[in-house]
Every structure is written in C-alpha cells, then in structure tokens.
C-alpha cells in the first residue's frame, strides 16, 4: 500500500468525525428538513390505517413496526433538538461533537425507514382482511310489516338514532317483549350504511362485570390487553378516533362510561349508545337522551306469529277458534307467543288444546316451556325489585281482573293500610304519597304501566299478572298465598277448602248469587267480593273465622243486609260498602274498634250506622250521595282522628253554619263536601287557619257538582249575594266555579281573595257586563290564574274595561288559556293595550258569539304579540271581520280552526313551516274564494287545511 493509499484510510474516518463537529449545522439544518418529510410520509400511512380498520380490516405487522419506528426516531430527534437549544451558548468542542455524531447517526436510520417504504408489496395495501368486521350480523325475526307494532318501533328507533340530539337511546320493556330482537335489526340494519365506523353488541344480563365488558370491547376491536396496562385509557384512545354504535343488551344496573373507557356520546364524535332494559330508571341513570318503550304485539300480529309457530294445524276448522284464545292468553308477549306457540305445534287434537287453554288462563306452568322460558325470565325483574315492600305491591296488583283499570288512589290506600307502613308517616296524605313513589318504581321496572293517558290508573299485563299469580299460588315455595279468581264468571264461591291458608281472596267481577259457606280463614287478611252486582245474601256465620281480616271490599254488589257475623272483625280496618244500592241495614259498627277507613257512598242506606263515635281511629269517612234521614254532624265533626271527610250531594244538604262546626277536626286534610248556602261561614281567624291547613277540599254550593279541576275547588250555584266571610275559602281556592249566580255584575266586585287563583269558570251568570275592570281591582287580583273560561253570559259586553293594567300590576300574567262560549254581546275581546298582558297565553277559544266583530280593538300592536300563541279556535263567529285591524304575525302558532267566520277577509300570519300546522279551516266556497291573501305562498298553505262546508 503506497502512501496515498495510507493517507485516504485514515483520513476517511478522521473527515468523518471532523464533520461531526464542523458541519453539526448543516446536518442539523437537513436532520429538520428530512425528519418532516418522514412525519408527512407517517401521517399519510396512519389515515390509509385508520380508514381501513374500521371496515373489517387489520394493520399489517411490517405497517405497524414502521409507524412505531418513526414515531420512535421522532422522539429522538426531538430530544436532539432541545439539547441543542439549551446548549447554544455552549462552545464546548465534546459536547459539539457528540451532538454532531447524533444527527449523523438519526440521518442514517431516516434513510433506512425511507429505503423501507419501497420494498415491494408492503406498503401498497397498509391493510389486510381481519376477523373482526365492522358489523356482526345477528339472527333475528321480526313480524313483518312497517305498519306493525314492531314496525313502528323499529323505526323510531332508527330515527332516534339519527337525531343529532340523541347521544343514548334507552329500549325499555317488560322481559320477552322484544328489545333484542328489535336491536338485532338495528344492528344488521347497519350492515347496508356507512353510519358507523364499528358497531359493538355487548350482551350484559343481570350480573354487571366492567372487565368483562372491556375485554368483550376490546376483543371487538381486535385489540389485546397487557397485564399492567389500563384497559381504560387504551380503550378510550381507540374508541376516540372512532364512529361506533354500543349496544348494549340486557342491562340491570348502571355503570360509568368513563370507568370502562367509553367516550360519551356528543355531536362532535357522532357516536351513539343504546340500551336495552327492564328499567326506565336504569336508562335515566345511564344518561338516556330518550328512551322508547316497546309495547306488546296487536291481537293480529300475535296470531300470525303464533300461527307461524304452530304450523298449519291452527288452519283447522275444529282447532282455530281454541287456537286464536290460547294466542291471546300470550296477551301479545312475542316470548310466550314463540314459547306456546313451538310447545302446540303438531298438536292435532283439541282437547289439548282445551288443556292448554285451561292452563294458561289459570296461570299453571303446565305448557311445555312456560316456566322455564317465560316465568322464570320474568320473575328475574320480581327479582330485583328492591325490598320486599315493593314486592308485596306489585303481588297485590294480581288481585284486580284482567284489563282492569287498577285506580291507583284505591290500590295505594288498600295495600297501605294492610301492610301497615301507615303508622310510619304522620298521615293519609304521606302514606298516600309513599304509596305513590312505590307504584312509580314498579313502572320504572316495566311491570306495571299507565292505563293510555288516565294518570290516575294503572294496568298489568297479563302475563304479569300470571306471574305474581304463579308465584303466591300454592304450587310456589315463597311468599304470602293468594287465591285469585277475579273475572272468572263465576256462580258460586270456591270450595271452603280452598279458603284455608290464604293471605288474600279476590273474587272481584264474577255473578256470585249468595256466599252461603262459612270458611275457615285464619290467615286471611284482603277478601275483595266487588262487583258481583248479583250477590244478595251473606251467610250469617260468613265472617266467624277470619280473625286476621283487615281489608273487606263489598262495593258494587246487590246486599240488602250485613250479617251480625261482621262485627267479630275485631281487626278490621276497611270496610268498602260503596254502590250498594239495595243496602238497607248494617250491625252497629262500634265495635270494630280498629276501623280507619268507611265508604258509604251511593249506598241505599236511610239510617245513619249506629256506633260511628266509636270508632276513634277512623281516618277518612265517605258517605257522599247518601240519603240518611238525618245526619249526625256534631258526631262526625268529633272524630279527632278523621284526615278525609266526604259528604258530597246528600239528600239532606249541611248548610254554612253546620259547616263551621268543622273548624274542630284539626286532622283533618281533605274535604269534599255540598253545601245548602253559603249562610253562617265563620269570618274570624281561627277558621281561616283551620282551613288553609286542608291540603285538598271540594266545597259545592247548592249542587253544583262539577268533576274536580283542581285539589282546591269552589263551585257555587245561585248565589246572588256573597256573605262576609267568604275570601276564607277563596283566599286558598286553586279553582272556582259560578254558576247562575244573578247578583254577580263584575268579578273586580267580588269579595273574594281570588290571588291563589289558577282556573276560573263562570257560566249563566246573566247580571255579567264586565270580568274585569282594572280600575276596581288591587295589584295581582288574579296573578295565578292560569284558566278563564266564559260560557253563557248573555249580557257580557267587555271581558276587560279600564284600559291595560297598571304596569307593574302582575295581574293575568300566567293565564295560558282563554276560552269564550255563547256571550252573544261581545263584540270584541281585548284592546290592543291589554294584549301585552297576556304573553303566556297559549290558547284561545272563541264559539258563538254571534255580534264579535274583531278580536283585538285598537290600532297598534306592541312588538311580539301572543309569542306562546299555540291553538287558536274561532267558530260559528258570522259578524266576525277580522282578528285585528293591522297586519301581525303568531309566531308560535301550531293549531288553527276558522268554522263558519263568512266575513271573515283575511286568515292570520304564521311563521311556522305548514308541517307544524293542523287543524281546519271550513266555510263557504265562495267564502274562501273571496279571501284576500299577502303573497300565493300562504294562500297555498292554508290551502291544505282547508274543507268546504
């Protein structure tokens, strides 16, 4: 080796480390400039990843070890850079050159990345096919049809889905009503969208397990779990840069998103959660932005699931009628329908099917199936009810018929007073509201519902209500025994043997004639007999032993006498004996000394029941619509511990004076009750308190009697003078009724404290000019009213008179609903001063005043007139020539009806799109060809509601 060559063997790797040191700058400088390029190259592959995966695709391995790669030679070149900004103002050569060699070396492993990305095949597909799809397909068979009942959940499920508004959807029903099925179709029903990226179906049950529930996630997602790692956080990451649906089945219990890793649902991410579930409160908890309840199948879509089941022996003439009853014993339950329905299927002769029958209408678990497959899921949500209070109501529901309208204030009272928690609150009312909350949380479970919009009962459905009968009959092994043959239609009372052991009888609804047994009860608590409209007699030892009872209904039945036998009922403490109309004769009832509750209304009692100021604990006493000859009051005023005193429409009316007697019974809570007059009411204080103390009353004035509004009603009739004394009871009226009242000019002459006021009604009162006349009435004379009605006034001139109110009066400022019948000399309703008193108003009525003329008087509007204006109603109005003199707009209307307006030229404004428009708009054709219209385009959305007459 000459020289030369000597000299380029070493100076190859001197040069090399001289670069180092001298040009650090420039590599840095190219370090930068190559690294960025690199992230940009990362990035790209990363997008092409991410699109990829969510559609059934995996990461390859050499993709995902390279991406790992440069996010690692990113970091190190991160490091290099800071070292090198905090070391700028050093000029030590060491730590120069030791930088230097750094960048060297990161410059060569960008080159070998870089050389990666074109290796052939590798980086041309970044993904490849996974075993984890973007939807799993589920097997399911829903009743066909959109118009089904199933249909039509299905697709406001669907919708709801897609509201942008609606992050967690919860699907609430009783067990084997259909939820997962329903959320099967969901589920494959995004198999045909690109809505989401994944779709997750974790199936929960009873036993809430969070691990489990991250791992069946992760596992969805082809992810794996460290040992040491949070599955929540890598869950989180994931889940975040995804648009996934989560459904999740079967959940009993809440639990926290944010434990488990799931990204709360928003209108950022688009995500969505739906849940399904036995409990409405399951869902509110979870957060439900809606929940959807799913109802039972129609009697037609149960029979053709049922057929379907069953095969075409229900196509026979001799087994289809049995066939169709056995169907509707599923009462539209798809689980029961499907369990009943495999279990008949081939089954050719109809005395089996007359079993079944038999079976199934008795709530015995002979079907093939039944107790495995049906009661047994459905006692799971018994099951978890939360104590053994909530249980016992939920048992007791199983005594009505079925179908039967269950009135909760009944059910609540009963079951109450049987269970005993009475003693526990201060009260009628708090038990009464105890009672409530627990009836609440028995719908929350799914297991009892509200009867269509009767708020005030329930309804259990019937295969329910076979469960609770199953579960206290004497085949079962927990709980208190019922026998139960409500609605059956039967003749004669079950067999005396049948009695013994029982906690609860229900024979209610059947045509019993005569209980000519005596059964030894000794267990016996509840025996309901109502409704057996032809029972007429009761044995004389009927009620010997039954030592235990403390509930007997007898209402509605046809007893013309109670046995002396009733009397041995030393623990009874309700005694129903309302509609008894043939009942003419009762033991004296002194002796049952425990008796808290006694109706006697509409009962054909004449004689007031011997014995009543015995009964020292009786709480609430009924004996509306009775004809006793003779009333007691002084008697009835002097049971100290009545809460609730009915006394409504007797033939022998109390009149005020008598009424003032009542100012003793400090207990007293609720009272319903008609007076003769007014004459008499005490004006001092002391009955000012006592009555303001009543939490409920109804106090009808010569037999007005209207159905109850409110909690606190007035209804006078025909009373032309109002005494002094009288703002005792409407100082604390939440609604007051007048009726033909002559004396009455103007409501502002009223002596009454009408501030708590929330409906008024006043009707033939012919002395009317005026409602209000603002220049009589205080500040906030009517500040609550939130309803007038107006009917029959024949001399009504002007509803309001003396202008506007003050300004700072805050008189009518909740009132929401006006309406105005058959007040033939009104000729107008407001003056445009008034309008802006009634900004809340949401919807006027006015019928049949045959000289209105315009609605609203005057010639200017204040700005954003009506702004809650929903409903307006003009009919059989024939001088009617406009609403107001001035063009203006209702902004909110959504309801309108113009019915026979003939002069009439021009129909309101509205600002609301025609989709959110009903009603009707009926006249003359020549009528409605003579309107006078702003532009086409409303004349064309009126078009739409418009019938001819």
């Not at 033939?764 to 029959?792: K, M, N, P």
């Not at 309008?835 to 000289?851: M, N």
């Not at 309801?895 to 003359?924: A, N, Q, R, T, Y």
Request: hydrophobic letters at 40%; aromatic letters at 8%; glycine letters at 6%.
């Amino acid at each position: 080796m000459d020289l030369w060559e000597i000299i380029l063997f070493f100076w190859a790797p001197i040069s090399r480390h001289i670069g180092y040191f001298k040009d650090l700058n420039n590599n840095v400088e190219t370090l930068k400039r190559k690294t960025k390029k690199l992230k940009r190259k990362h990035d790209e592959i990363q997008a092409e990843v991410e699109d990829a995966i969510p559609v059934g695709k995996r990461q390859k391995a050499l993709v995902e070890n390279w991406l790992t790669e440069v996010r690692n030679t990113e970091n190190q070149v991160d490091s290099i850079r800071l070292e090198l900004a905090l070391r700028r103002i050093c000029t030590h050569h060491s730590s120069r050159y030791t930088l230097g060699k750094r960048v060297v070396e990161k410059l060569e492993d960008i080159k070998k990345l870089n050389k990666k990305l074109k290796v052939k095949g590798v980086f041309h597909e970044v993904a490849e096919s996974s075993r984890h799809p973007r939807v799993l397909e589920k097997q399911t068979s829903l009743p066909r049809g959109q118009q089904s009942t199933s249909g039509r959940t299905l697709e406001e499920i669907w919708q709801c889905l897609n509201e942008e508004k609606n992050g967690i959807i919860g699907i609430c029903g009783m067990g084997g009503i259909g939820k997962t099925t329903l959320m099967k179709e969901i589920n494959n029903r995004c198999t045909k969208t690109r809505d989401f990226d994944v779709v997750i179906w974790i199936t929960v049950s009873k036993d809430l397990n969070l691990g489990l529930i991250q791992e069946e996630i992760g596992n969805r997602l082809g992810m794996k779990f460290d040992g040491n790692e949070d599955k929540g956080d890598k869950l989180f990451a994931r889940l975040k840069n995804l648009r996934y649906l989560l459904i999740l089945d079967d959940l009993w219990d809440s639990f926290s998103l944010v434990q488990v890793g799931i990204p709360k649902p928003d209108k950022q991410n688009r995500c969505k959660i739906a849940i399904t579930s036995r409990s409405v409160t399951v869902c509110n908890a979870m957060g439900a932005d809606k929940s959807i309840k799913v109802r039972a199948l129609t009697p037609e879509e149960a029979w053709n699931l049922f057929s379907e089941r069953c095969g075409d022996v229900v196509l026979s003439s001799e087994i289809r009628p049995v066939a169709e009853d056995v169907a509707k014993e599923c009462s539209g339950l798809p689980l029961a329908i499907k369990t009943v329905g495999r279990a008949m299927c081939g089954k050719d002769k109809k005395e089996v099917w007359r079993n079944a029958l038999r079976a199934l209408k008795g709530a015995s678990p002979e079907v093939p199936g039944m107790e495995r497959e049906v009661f047994l899921p459905l006692k799971l949500s018994y099951d978890c009810l939360e104590n053994d209070r909530i249980k016992s109501c939920f048992l007791y529901c199983s005594l009505f018929p079925e179908d039967y309208h269950i009135p909760i204030d009944g059910l609540v009272r009963y079951w109450a007073m049987e269970e005993g928690f009475i003693e526990n609150v201060n009260n009628l009312e708090e038990a009464s509201n105890k009672g409530h909350d627990i009836i609440e949380r028995i719908k929350d479970a799914c297991l009892l519902e509200d009867w269509s919009q009767i708020s005030k009962f329930v309804r259990m459905h019937d295969l329910l209500r076979d469960l609770a009968i199953w579960i206290t009959s004497s085949s079962s092994m927990e709980g208190s025994k019922f026998l139960v043959k409500a609605g059956e239609g039967l003749v004669q009372p079950p067999e005396e043997n049948m009695w013994r052991g029982v906690v609860r009888i229900s024979l209610i609804r059947n045509k019993i004639e005569h209980l000519k047994i005596s059964p030894a009860c000794p267990n016996l608590i509840s025996l309901f007999l109502n409704e057996n409209y032809q029972l007429r007699t009761i044995h004389s030892n009927f009620f010997e032993l039954m030592p235990k009872l403390q509930i007997l209904d007898l209402s509605s039945t046809g007893i013309e006498s109670l046995p002396m036998s009733l009397l041995q009922l030393v623990n009874l403490r309700v005694l129903i004996l309302s509609s008894c109309r043939d009942l003419v004769e009762v033991p004296p009832l002194g002796e049952l000394k425990e008796l808290q509750i006694l109706d006697l209304s509409y009962s054909g009692l004449k004689n007031f029941p011997q014995g009543i100021e015995s009964l020292v604990k009786l709480k609430r006493l009924d004996i509306s619509e009775t004809s006793f000859t003779a009333i007691p009051y002084t008697m009835i005023y002097g049971l100290t511990s009545l809460e609730e005193v009915s006394m409504m429409d007797l033939k022998e009316n109390v009149d005020g004076a008598t009424f003032s007697e009542a100012v003793n019974m400090k207990r007293l809570r609720s009272l319903r009750i008609s007076l003769s007059s007014l004459n008499g009411f005490i004006a001092h204080d002391m009955f000012h308190r006592w009555f303001s103390g009543l939490t409920s009353f109804l106090v009808d004035v010569n037999k007005r009697f209207f159905r109850q509004l409110s909690n606190k009603q007035i209804s006078i009739c025909e009373c032309d003078k109002f005494p002094c004394g009288i703002e005792g009871l409407t100082k604390h009226a939440f609604s007051l009724d007048l009726y033909k009242s002559k004396g009455l000019t103007s409501l502002s002459k009223f002596q009454g404290d009408l501030k708590s006021l929330r409906k008024l009604r006043v009707s033939e009162c012919s002395g009317v000019e005026c409602f209000i006349d603002w220049r009589e009435v205080g500040d906030g004379a009517f500040q609550c009213l939130q309803r007038l009605d107006l009917y029959h006034l024949p001399n009504l001139e002007k509803v309001f008179d003396g202008g506007a109110p003050p300004p700072l009066n805050t008189s009518l400022q909740n009132l929401r609903i006006i309406r105005v019948f058959n007040c033939e000399k009104l000729s107008s309703l407001f003056s445009s001063s008034m309008v802006e008193q009634l900004h809340q108003l949401e919807e006027l009525e006015i019928i049949q005043c045959i000289q209105m003329k315009e609605i609203i008087e005057g010639d200017k509007l204040p700005h954003n007139s009506f702004p809650k204006l929903r409903i307006l109603e003009l009919d059989r109005l024939p001088e009617l020539e406009s609403i107001f003199s001035q063009r203006f707009m209702f902004i909110s209307l959504e309801d309108m009806k113009v019915i026979s307006c003939p002069k009439l030229k021009k129909l309101p404004l509205f600002s609301s799109s025609i989709h959110e428009i009903k009603g009707v708009i009926e006249g003359e054709r020549e009528w409605w060809e003579g309107l006078e219209w702003e532009d086409e385009k409303a004349k064309s959305l009126y078009t739409r509601i418009y019938k001819a007459s």
